[in-house]
């Protein structure tokens, strides 16, 4: 078996579609992002042999205290370490980067990642690629408001927020936070201040790829387990 990683989701879902196409046994798996669960069981049904991670992205491995106490080297996983990591990586920080995600979470839901990435039919894109009439312009710019009514996103932030604290702890991390942003801020200055200065391209090749964890993840054993027996 071989594995190839690929930049972006979509660059992902294309590959294994190609490949269904060309009658070759290529799997894909991709980050979930902040896709629902009715939108994760779509989107694995209309694409043979993709399958979504269990958490936001693959870094929500690499951001629960347990998870990168799992993925140090032997020699680095002692009792002090432990306790440094349960201390930088939990309590207010935590509640901190759970309004971050919610937020994320939010703006999914109401398509904000539609027009804000400035593809051809976005914001700002749309407005901007040709000469347009008033009329035009106006119902645009209703059209975004009516997307991202501040108010309206404001109570849904609120009521996230809510729903993300009253998750089990254990899915804070692997459901609630932008792990690649709190990996990068949070984690690898924590990582530097026990072991010193690596980068944090330096740190992921060391927790994902020198040193497998001590235990797998449970979440992704069951993905794992069928590309293994297909």
Request: aromatic share 10%; proline share 6%.
């Amino acid at each position: 078996m071989q594995f190839e990683a690929v930049d972006k989701n979509q660059h992902v879902i294309e590959n294994v579609q190609q490949a269904s196409n060309e009658n070759l046994d290529v799997w894909g798996l991709i980050d979930r992002d902040w896709q629902t669960d009715i939108e994760v069981a779509e989107r694995e049904a209309n694409t043979a042999r993709l399958r979504v991670l269990p958490r936001v992205m693959i870094e929500n491995y690499l951001i629960a205290p347990s998870d990168v106490f799992e993925f140090l080297p032997p020699s680095k996983r002692t009792q002090t370490v432990k306790t440094q990591l349960d201390a930088g990586l939990s309590g207010s920080i935590v509640d901190d980067w759970l309004r971050n995600g919610a937020l994320w979470a939010v703006m999914h839901e109401n398509n904000a990642g539609e027009f804000c990435r400035e593809r051809g039919s976005g914001y700002p894109s749309r407005a901007l690629a040709k000469p347009e009439h008033d009329d035009v312009i106006q119902a645009l710019l209703q059209g975004w408001y009516a997307q991202l009514e501040p108010e309206q996103i404001m109570i849904k932030y609120h009521q996230k927020q809510a729903a993300f604290r009253a998750l089990p702890p254990v899915n804070w991390y692997a459901r609630g936070i932008y792990g690649k942003s709190f990996f990068a801020q949070i984690v690898v200055p924590l990582l530097n201040r026990l072991f010193g200065q690596r980068s944090e391209g330096q740190w992921r090749s060391e927790l994902y790829i020198e040193q497998p964890p001590a235990q797998c993840p449970s979440d992704i054993q069951p993905i794992l387990l069928e590309l293994l027996d297909f």
